[in-house]
């Protein structure tokens, strides 16, 4: 059984260029979740989806970022314009059910030149 | 809300020794668990140790061990026999049963250098 994948692992992106992050969760897991983590600081939470739903985006700053995950396939999560404020290691947990332990994918680094 | 405050920002300790991090938190939840995370320079998050607030047993693995202070919201690890594969920044995190998922709330971290 694969662990979470994330992909790409380094993400280089110039100043109002989009950013797409692909998260593929381990097999029968359809709960997503999604964390940042700037430079020398902790993980903060985004957002956590299940299949086709948005459940908490509360973390996910109102403009430019979206998530989805859909029937098939990976969660994106989709930065629009990104700034250098944004340079940051996104990483993707998933996990069975609600109240599970989270397995974590090995993040991308995301730069904005 | 929940926070997470780890109080050490950098720990230092010999090859062999044991070291303990601090944590607390504060939650006016009652049903909770808290995690020891472990980030190597490759940055995967590796679980280290799990604890559930309802059991008052501390939470053992191999090495690793927790003391788990409910009143005093206060979640130690505590690593014995410190190994160079140890060296990596720790973080505490915390979590609760909710039923509109259970997003984790980490703490600053804690980065720990073990030396020869």
């Known amino acids: 059984n694969a662990g979470v994948m994330q992909n790409p692992r380094h993400l280089v992106r110039r100043r109002g260029q989009e950013a797409r992050l692909r998260c593929s969760p381990m097999k029968g897991h359809s709960h997503v979740y999604w964390y940042r983590q700037l430079p020398e600081e902790g993980l903060k939470f985004m957002v956590y989806?299940?299949?086709?739903?948005?459940?908490?985006e509360s973390g996910m700053p109102k403009e430019r970022f979206s998530a989805e995950f859909p029937k098939e396939g990976p969660s994106i999560l989709r930065i629009q314009q990104v700034v250098r404020g944004d340079s940051a290691a996104y990483f993707c947990?998933?996990?069975?059910?609600?109240?599970?332990?989270?397995?974590f994918g090995p993040g991308t680094r995301l730069t904005v030149t | 809300a929940q926070t997470v405050t780890q109080s050490q920002p950098e720990m230092s300790v010999q090859e062999a020794e044991t070291v303990t991090l601090s944590c607390t938190y504060d939650t006016s939840e009652s049903n909770y668990y808290l995690f020891w995370y472990k980030q190597p320079p490759s940055r995967q998050m590796i679980l280290v140790i799990r604890?559930?607030?309802?059991?008052?047993q501390n939470a053992t693995e191999n090495r690793f061990s927790v003391n788990f202070q409910k009143a005093a919201k206060s979640f130690s690890l505590k690593i014995s026999d410190s190994q160079l594969g140890d060296t990596a920044m720790y973080f505490c995190a915390f979590t609760w049963n909710n039923n509109a998922g259970n997003m984790l709330t980490f703490g600053g971290g804690t980065r720990l250098m073990v030396k020869p």
């Open positions: 604890q559930e607030a309802y059991k008052q």
């Open positions: 989806l299940q299949k086709e739903n948005i459940i908490d």
């Open positions: 947990a998933s996990s069975p059910r609600v109240g599970d332990e989270q397995y």
